[in-house]
């Protein structure tokens, strides 16, 4: 857990003093803690001292061994697969790399399942389908094409969907055009990205929900955030995975059809069929007896 997750969620009882240090942590993290003890508690309106019994009270050797932690976090979120690849160098194993790669998968995932309580999932759904109005879909890099899943099991549930895909400065148009009845749904993962952090803040501004998945070092994005769905992208690999983050995306849909399946049917039997009136798949394609019989077939060019 991060230092913001113990600070938000702690159920330690804080003085006034205290809880203002807390509230400056939180409203400026990780930069205000990474400056000395005296600025924090200047920032906070409280006395030095005050700044010593927090730290003490949150379980640290003073605010020096505090800012170690932060520090470590904080080179954690900023790591590239440069930085990974002397981090993570093969280790002999004996069970090889490709079974301890897979391992190192099903540990991140086992802890994705614990990472965000169980009613997050409910909130996601509600989000995602009762948003009356657009859904638009943003990610990074490689995130984005985790987005684009999303928007394609949406669209099985309901209209006004829009995936953004790879961000470029014209985009920064369809801004003009969101507003409160809107959700923005990001996928943002470490090493964040400037420009899809910088939409999300000012779709935010705007009034635009937001419904943010990310890593447990936490995007910027989480600060603004309506609902973040946290999940592990450790691996035994100099580049994160995102097999849980697709995992934990899914887990949503399980989740929507679970209690919204009956109610979009209709939508679902109406999108099949045009599909079979387009011969969209193999299975549209050819006839029941066909679909037992048939053979490869070649074209002629």
Known sequence: MSIREELANTTLAFTSAEEKIVQVLLADYPMSGLGTATRLARRAGVSDPSVTRLMSKLGYVGFADFQA????????????????????????????????????????????????PLQAYTRAVNLLLETKGQVVLLGGRFSRHIASMLAGYLLQFRSGVRDIG??????????????????????????????????????????????????VWLSPIADVADLTMVAAIDANSPFDTLATAVAQMETVFAHALEGHGAGVRKRIEDIEKIRSANAVTLDAALSPSDNETAKPRTTRK
Request: without cysteine; hydrophobic residues 40%; charged residues 30%.
């Open 166 to 215: 790879s961000l470029s400065p014209a985009d920064f148009d369809l801004l003009i055009d969101l507003g409160k009845r809107d959700l923005l749904v990001v996928f943002d993962y470490r090493r964040y990205q400037s420009d899809v952090v910088s939409f999300a803040r000012q779709a935010k501004e705007r009034g635009v929900s937001l419904l943010l998945f990310t890593d």
């Open 69 to 116: 932690r932060l520090l470590t976090e904080v080179e954690s979120r900023l790591h590239s697969p440069l930085l990974m690849m002397e981090a993570k160098r093969p280790g002999g194993s004996s069970e090889g790399t490709a079974l301890a790669y897979f391992h190192s998968v099903s540990d991140s995932l086992e802890r994705t399942r614990t990472a965000v």
